[in-house]
């Protein structure tokens, strides 16, 4: 069955600091990747996605994610963080063959300190 | 503004009492989605309609069922809900195709009693 993990359950950073939130995948065919962001009491949102092409991706807000297809890695970069970021991001995927459905990591909860 | 709207936000129902879940959207995109989110986990997929044609996921527990009467509306169902059935359940939507995003209403957290 096809999983994705990201490593970090929870990261704790200042304000500036830069984030890397980590994300792997199992499935080998051709996959969708998608990054969603979800802010402390509201719904999840749309980061970025990646399904063919430029494998560095440009998302919202200045985020960033790049897809690695042999590490099977779909990594979040933002350079330099505010305290608006405090959220939680889940990295997704879903298989070309398998119609738009999604399947979810186990998300990152991230708190930017003042 | 076109979005996805769930009612009610917060539900609270008794062991065993069934309950409804509601979910509109304005963007009239052809597949609508089920999701379970337990506390500290990821979204799990419940179950999805593409138009009409319904497709449940194989571990997806009987006792959730869904109904999708219009291109607008959709449903779900808890026959008999368990302390486990404890969760935010989030609905979303989708024009189609395994490229398209996929749009979240705010969920409906859901206590059982």
């Known amino acids: 069955a096809q999983s994705v993990s990201q490593h970090n359950h929870h990261v704790i950073l200042s304000e500036a600091a830069s984030l890397e939130l980590g994300c792997n995948y199992s499935?080998?065919?051709?996959?969708?990747l998608f990054w969603y962001v979800q802010y402390p009491g509201q719904h999840l949102q749309l980061l970025l996605k990646?399904?063919?092409?430029?494998?560095l991706v440009k998302g919202i807000k200045g985020f960033e994610a790049e897809f690695i297809k042999s590490k099977f890695s779909f990594n979040l970069r933002k350079p330099s963080v505010q305290w608006s970021d405090t959220a939680e991001y889940f990295c997704a995927v879903s298989r070309a063959t398998a119609g738009n459905k999604l399947t979810f990591g186990g998300g990152t909860r991230v708190l930017v300190k003042p | 503004d076109a979005m996805v709207i769930q009612n009610p936000r917060y539900q609270v129902t008794q062991f065993g009492k069934p309950v409804t879940l509601s979910c509109s959207q304005t963007l009239n995109h052809n597949v609508m989605y089920w999701y379970q989110q337990k506390s500290s986990q990821a979204p799990k997929l419940l179950f999805h309609y593409y138009d009409k044609d319904f497709n449940n996921e194989a571990d997806t527990p009987d006792n959730f069922q869904s109904r999708r009467p219009n291109t607008s509306f959709c449903f779900l169902d808890i026959r008999s809900p368990g302390l486990g059935d404890a969760a935010m359940y989030l609905c979303a939507t989708s024009r189609a195709g395994g490229t398209d995003t996929q749009y979240f209403g705010p969920g409906t957290r859901l206590t059982v009693l």
């Open positions: 990646y399904f063919s092409g430029d494998p």
């Open positions: 499935y080998g065919g051709t996959v969708n």
